[in-house]
């Protein structure tokens, strides 16, 4: 093993730790004070925690992780599941160290809004850095598996969905499954940033009978590519240039100003981009390392879980 990867191994140990601090933080501070079942492993503890105050979080969450550990095992092979199990047991320790601390607030709206933040961090931070915390995500692939009717999000969604119903029942207020949807929509999209980065693009689609002046300026002025091609318009029949460029928001009202210099019936189609990579963007070298190491290792611990069980057969 080479330095650069011992230190991107340990580099992704420490995010990882911060991924169970944020984590930590959303359950101990926010949601299980004001009674909140938000779904997943962890919502399932605070549920467990309700009924029965001696029983700690942090501890329910590693003891009912390790049934679903095993359960993955032959799935995910041994190297996923060690991985899985360090952020198990720090993810549950942290959280109980973080019981010790007074809650932040006492209201339920305003705990729902920054657990799902503090979670939706954990999580952005796990997948950033392929971690897992096992959970109702681990044991939704198994069932997958079992019952390849049943997609990964389905199940996993049905988990999740059981475990919600059932917090409410609980806890005696069907107000939790309102606030459970709160904790989860905030808690995708705070996770979706963590993955994509603050620095949004738009993908802009210009369609003009001025493309090549329009192109040779946005390329003069602009550090981003532009790609032509030719359309069509189908009322009048007539040939356009149709232009392709990515832009950060940023640099959008700069592209509008250069596009009605030159045509200013030019006809502008501007989309969200979530991601892009590439020259001047993000890296798309680093997501294929990523990719390649993945699948190394994916194949590594399924020849290794074949041989294990071929050495059982011959003994």
């Not at 010790?100 to 006492?106: E, S």
Request: charged content about 20%.
């Amino acid at each position: 093993m080479t330095t650069k990867s011992v230190w991107k191994e340990l580099q992704g140990y420490f995010f990882m730790l911060l991924g169970c601090c944020a984590y930590g933080c959303s359950t101990s501070l926010f949601l299980a004070p004001n009674k909140i079942v938000a779904g997943g492993i962890s919502g399932l503890s605070v549920m467990l925690n309700l009924l029965n105050g001696k029983l700690k979080i942090g501890m329910l969450l590693i003891a009912l992780n390790v049934p679903i550990l095993l359960l993955g095992l032959r799935l995910q092979g041994w190297k996923f599941i060690v991985r899985c199990l360090a952020t198990i047991v720090s993810l549950g320790v942290i959280t109980d160290l973080f019981a010790y601390i007074k809650p932040i607030t006492a209201d339920p709206l305003l705990a729902c809004l920054y657990g799902g933040v503090c979670q939706g961090i954990g999580i952005g931070l796990f997948v950033r850095f392929e971690f897992s915390s096992g959970g109702t995500e681990l044991l939704g692939r198994v069932f997958s598996r079992l019952l390849p009717v049943l997609k990964i999000p389905v199940c996993v969604g049905i988990l999740d969905g059981i475990i919600v119903v059932l917090g409410a029942i609980v806890t005696r207020s069907p107000d939790n499954m309102l606030y459970a949807l709160i904790v989860i929509f905030s808690s995708t999209k705070v996770s979706e940033l963590v993955l994509t980065g603050l620095e949004k693009s738009k993908l802009c689609i210009i369609i003009t009978d001025k493309g090549k002046e329009i192109s040779d300026l946005l390329v003069h002025k602009s550090p981003r590519g532009v790609t032509m091609m030719q359309g069509q318009g189908m009322y009048t029949h007539n040939d356009h240039d149709v232009l392709l460029t990515c832009v950060k928001n940023r640099q959008l009202t700069q592209l509008k100003m250069l596009v009605n210099s030159i045509d200013q019936n030019a006809f502008i189609i501007i989309n969200e981009s979530s991601e892009v990579r590439g020259k001047g963007f993000q890296s798309l070298q680093a997501d294929v390392d990523t990719v390649i190491r993945k699948k190394e290792k994916e194949t590594l611990d399924v020849q290794n879980v074949e041989t294990s069980a071929l050495d059982k057969k011959e003994n």
